[in-house]
């Protein structure tokens, strides 16, 4: 029997499928007054059917716990019951809990109460990761759970929004629901909506990580969400859309640089296009709206309104559905954000081995984004409507207390629409300037995009718990995408006439194996992983010779193509964690962190025509992009509520995706390659101070250096253009942000706290969470001399600086637990420069007169600015 278990136990490891991490480990010991480890005593989990017993040496452990926080009894005849509350499991982490165990008379059922603290240091963290809890997210001045990435160390914000981990790249983030990828494959990144309420915990792990956890260079988000409990739950919120009016909104704006401004023609007009883009989609041909699992619908709303429900149904079945619909004016002269999100989760404990469960997730977003050029024309600018959907099912089956595996199937559609109206490319206009030649007049914006990936994956992982030193970890998985690509630029008489219309079939395969083993001195993490990927994608066996000469028609014409071949990389990871003392904890890792490069950058211009000017070409050759990271750090506990962190880490980036221009004769091509390199290092400090006093603080400040020699894949491209050579040396990069702090505080009261007035206490149950963002500015590359060459980013951009606050008023009625909410975010109204002008380094002052297009309308593009005060109200109720 043991060989079988032995065999059976092999061949999971070898065939589990990837399902990263979303269940903890509780682990611990339980000793008598005398110090005695005690055997036999009964370990249970309130509220789940989880529970163990300890064994000779008084020592237990259970796996596979959900995250949350809970409380764990420890009983055993002729002692008291030692019942531990608020014990917070944490996914991927072991819970360390210890008990001592009273005697009393054996017909007496006493109970000793201890409140868990929660612990200081994650002893067995070999990397830097940050937990957030549902109470965080749902406390902090944020519009959506991205917003809180950019406040932990090692993130930045670059001046499009996009976010950068430890000098890497966009995209390079890992985004994950309950432990599955839910990127798009095409785009390489996750744009759709999650509903704050509706997460459990958010983990996030910046620079190094477990084999687990692949095809990232940078960072992995794993979300995981709430389940249905025993009994019946929800959660009610709205807030309102800014209630302070923009100045974008109506005219004089700007009228505070230079009175002269106040003749120019810049008044803003504010145009409200929701309700025009709805009526487009609801009167455009059957085909024209992505096959989504629940359209997007247009409500009577402004501002976000969520809803939450969970509690038990049929029997063992548990349900939670979350709703979220969120639609927001424009601070700026045009443009529409609308955000849907609903999502299904069923759990049923088939038995007490067997869990199944199910997810339905549907997320819409529709928006257009301001364009300055297109202010006085913006309905004939291009909109785009992102659909995201999921249906999935895992089945979780314990085959021991130390041995359980998780089958997971999937299927996920993700659908992107771009256009003008309901137009098709055939009715596109050329767009023509007024007499100012910067603002449009007439004609449309020349993009079209129906772009759809549809993608099924199995997944099979295992978790063993030898014994109390090795916990291992083994997965793989496969997923099969089918990507219809449907692209059309400036389809116009005299315009570039690109046309994509393809179909293809890629492959991925992964499978990883990791040991955390974990002593009292010392935790090890080792891991080893493995990716592949098949694009079934044609290109040129040789991209510099990508063109041969037709005897028959006498003139050049594309190489004939081949099967791009797989791509598959071995990746190697080690953690350590060395506690010196209780309060003291070092860890060093490091590994080597392959990504492949969307499929976008594959399939692009997949006929390879190669008749424009200077043509852009995919490559399905690509390599997977490398990374080698390693980092250093120190958790301290400076007091019982007080930690200090702080991690030194460096980062080697090879093969980067880049564009690289070749010529035939006078045919010149730009195919993407990998031909871009950084290096970058930095130091993150932290500073926690938990719950005590009704106060609580996290600083978090990044000190970095990103150097390299193209800051985006199509620099090469520009380049190419402009009859520019490639960077052969690092830079600072256009991302590169030296000096980054975030400051979240927290402030609370209780009740029948403060001042009284007439007997009642206006400021008894508030929360206050203040955060505060300070980042010096990104570089630019001035503009002396056309004689003149300067070095690349060499200027730098001022700081920017926001104050944010939420004050939340708590209320009692009955059963319900009613609020109120104050939202201000910008609070100084600081104006953050985003974009500045070469000559001047200032946004608006072009520093010389007479260019084309350049008077003052055109020079004042308030998108050039972050964005300015808003306050919100809300109100949101639970029960």
Not at 239 to 252: A, E, F, I, K, V
Not at 270 to 275: F, G, I, P, S, T
Not at 550 to 570: E, F, G, I, L
């Amino acid at each position: 029997m043991q060989k079988i278990k032995i065999f059976v136990l092999l061949v999971t490891l070898l065939a589990s499928l990837i399902n990263a991490g979303v269940g903890g480990k509780l682990a611990g010991s339980i000793h008598s007054l005398d110090g005695d480890a005690m055997t036999g005593v009964n370990v249970l989990i309130e509220g789940t059917p989880l529970g163990t017993a300890s064994d000779l040496e008084g020592e237990y452990f259970i796996i596979n716990v959900p995250p949350g926080t809970y409380t764990v009894k420890f009983q055993m005849i002729g002692y008291k019951i030692a019942v531990h509350q608020q014990v917070r499991v944490v996914s991927d982490f072991t819970t360390r809990l210890y008990s001592v165990l009273e005697p009393v008379a054996l017909d007496a059922q006493e109970e000793v109460i201890v409140t868990a603290t929660r612990p200081l240091i994650q002893r067995d963290a070999t990397a830097t990761i940050r937990v957030i809890s549902a109470d965080d997210l749902i406390a902090m001045p944020i519009n959506n759970f991205k917003d809180v990435l950019v406040t932990q160390a090692g993130f930045t914000a670059d001046a499009s929004g996009g976010i950068h981990v430890r000098g890497g790249r966009t995209k390079e983030i890992l985004y994950m629901i309950d432990g599955v990828i839910v990127q798009d494959p095409l785009e390489g990144d996750f744009s759709g909506t999650v509903n704050q309420n509706a997460i459990q915990e958010m983990t996030v792990i910046s620079g190094t990580f477990n084999a687990e956890y692949g095809q990232a260079m940078s960072s992995v988000v794993n979300i995981v969400t709430k389940e249905g409990g025993k009994d019946f739950h929800g959660r009610f919120e709205y807030t309102s859309d800014q209630l302070n009016p923009s100045p974008y909104h109506s005219p004089g704006a700007f009228e505070y640089l230079d009175p002269d401004y106040i003749d120019e023609d810049t008044a803003f007009v504010y145009v409200d296009l929701k309700e025009s883009l709805f009526d487009y989609i609801s009167t455009a041909p059957d085909d024209f709206y992505p096959q989504a699992l629940i359209p997007l619908i247009n409500l009577p709303l402004s501002g976000q309104t969520s809803i939450s429900l969970g509690g038990p149904f049929l029997g063992k079945t548990n349900y939670f559905v979350s709703a979220f619909y969120g639609s927001e004016e424009s601070p700026l002269a045009h443009g529409v954000e609308v955000n849907q999100d609903v999502q299904l989760k069923l759990s049923n404990r088939l038995t007490s081995k067997l869990k199944l469960s199910g997810l339905l997730h549907s997320s819409n977003r529709l928006y257009q984004r301001y364009s300055h050029s297109w202010k006085y024309l913006p309905q004939n600018h291009t909109y785009t409507l992102k659909t995201n959907d999921r249906l999935a099912l895992t089945l979780t089956h314990s085959l021991s207390e130390a041995w359980f595996y998780n089958i997971h199937l999937s299927t996920q559609t993700v659908a992107t629409k771009t256009g003008v109206q309901n137009l098709t490319p055939a009715q596109y206009e050329r767009p023509v300037t007024d007499a100012t030649v910067y603002f449009y007049s007439s004609g449309t914006q020349g993009t079209y995009r129906d772009n759809r990936s549809f993608t099924n994956s199995v997944n099979l992982n295992t978790t063993y718990n030898a014994n109390k030193y090795h916990l291992i970890k083994s997965g793989i998985t496969f997923a099969r995408h089918n990507l219809d690509i449907n692209t059309e630029e400036e389809p116009w008489l005299g315009g570039t006439n690109f046309q994509d219309d393809t179909t293809f079939t890629p492959t991925e395969l992964a499978c990883y194996v990791q040991d955390k083993i974990e002593f009292d001195y010392l935790i090890i993490n080792l891991g080893l992983r493995y990716d592949r990927v098949d694009p079934r994608i044609g290109m040129w066996e040789d991209i510099t010779r990508f063109a041969i000469w037709d005897s028959a028609t006498q003139n050049w014409t594309a190489a004939p193509v081949v099967d791009a071949p797989q791509q598959a990389k071995w990746s190697p990871r080690i953690g350590l964690a060395y506690p010196v003392t209780e309060h003291t904890v070092f860890h060093f890792s490091y590994g080597h962190f392959f990504q492949s490069p969307n499929f976008n950058t594959m399939t692009y211009n997949a006929v390879k025509d190669i008749s424009a000017a200077l043509p852009l070409v995919g490559n399905a050759g690509v390599k997977p992009q490398k990374t080698v990271a390693f980092e250093v750090g120190v958790k301290q506990a400076l007091s019982p509520i007080t930690r200090f962190t702080a991690t030194v880490w460096s980062k080697d980036i090879r093969d980067l995706l880049s564009t690289q221009s070749f010529r035939i004769i006078s045919i010149p091509v730009v195919v993407f390659a990998n031909t871009d390199y950084a290096s970058v290092k930095g130091v993150d400090l932290s500073l926690d101070r938990q719950f005590g006093g009704h106060f609580s603080a996290i600083l978090n400040y990044s000190l970095s250096i990103a150097r390299g020699n193209n800051s985006s894949p199509t620099a090469g491209y520009f380049s190419a253009y402009t009859n520019e050579e490639v960077p052969h040396k690092e830079y600072y990069l256009d991302f590169d942000q030296r000096h980054d702090l975030a400051v979240n505080l927290s402030l609370s009261s209780g009740t029948r706290e403060g001042p009284a007035l007439f007997g009642v206490y206006p400021f008894s149950n508030i929360n206050a969470n203040i955060l505060i963002n300070a980042a010096s500015g990104l570089p630019y590359t001035p503009y002396v001399d056309p004689a003149i060459r300067v070095e690349v980013n060499s200027a730098r951009k001022p700081w920017t600086y926001s104050f944010d606050l939420r004050i939340k008023k708590h209320l009692t009625l009955g059963s319900l637990t009613p609020a109120l909410f104050l939202e201000a975010m910008n609070i100084t109204d600081h104006e953050n420069i985003l974009v500045v002008n070469s000559r001047t380094g200032k946004p608006f002052d072009q520093g010389v007169s007479g260019l084309v297009g350049s008077n003052n309308d055109a020079n004042l593009n308030p998108a050039k600015l972050g964005p300015g005060r808003s306050i919100k109200l809300g109100l949101s109720v639970g029960w």
